[in-house]
């Protein structure tokens, strides 16, 4: 059965990576504006319950660490199950944290649904996610397509966030956790069923080539720096033994606390 759904995959007359694409667009832009709102619910939720708001901001925080706790996991389940299995918990995660938020009433409830449910569904289901897979889909275009999928983020995020903040002004916070919650669960959970994790799952080879990169006329499908480097089986543990393996985190670190630091109020 498994052969024969790649043999018929493999004649479809479209190379099955922009499918990929457009559902990781589709995937970013409300999984990433799901995270998001939290900047938006806040005002009102420490107006309710009169909360310091520092505590308040704490649950989106918390939310951030237990995804970098998660990271780890979500990378090991990427690799043995694929990536439809991943992000479908991320759906679970978020739509649950979101649906469940109208019935917060003391701090825990917070930190437990917008904080860990929603921080810890979106782990799953956006950046740390796709970043795993979509590189599979590409070699020659690998830069434009993964562009393509995570600018998704940001017409989220244009044209999500001023609807949720115009549910919040007529009808209040409640009804717009209710309402993304909702988008989360319809919006994203088909289209994860369309996810693969790479070409050969659908008979095809990345860019959608009839030959794979290794059998290219041209012996070489992009341009190669560090061919050495390139060419490495990296673990984590040969990763942490080098310099860029740290530069890339602590630009990460600096980066990503400079952004949330600042949208989060």
Known sequence: MQQTSKHRSSRLPFFYGWLIIAVAFVTMAIGVSGRTAFSLLMPPLIDEFKWDRGLAAGAFSFGFLVSAVLSPLVGRVMDSRGPRLVILTGVALMSGGLLLAPWVSSLWHLYATLGVAVGGGANMMTYTAHSQFL???????????????????????????????????????????????????????????????????????????????????????????????????????????????????????????????????
């Open 135 to 265: 590189p599979n889909w590409f070699v020659r275009r690998r830069g434009l397509a993964i562009s393509i999928a995570f600018s998704g983020a940001g017409v989220g995020a244009i044209v999500l966030l001023p609807w949720l903040q115009s549910i919040i002004l007529s009808q209040g916070w409640r009804a717009s956790c209710v309402a993304m919650g909702l988008i989360v669960l319809a919006g994203i959970a088909p289209l994860a069923l369309l996810v693969r994790k790479s070409p050969a799952d659908v008979g095809q080879n990345p860019d959608g080539d009839l030959a794979s990169p290794s059998t290219a006329p041209n012996g070489s499908a992009a341009t190669v720096v560090d061919p050495s480097w390139a060419a490495t089986e990296w673990t984590l543990g040969l990763a942490v033994r080098t310099a860029r393996f740290w530069w890339l985190v602590l630009g990460y670190f600096l980066a990503l606390i400079a952004w949330y630091a600042v949208q989060v109020h």
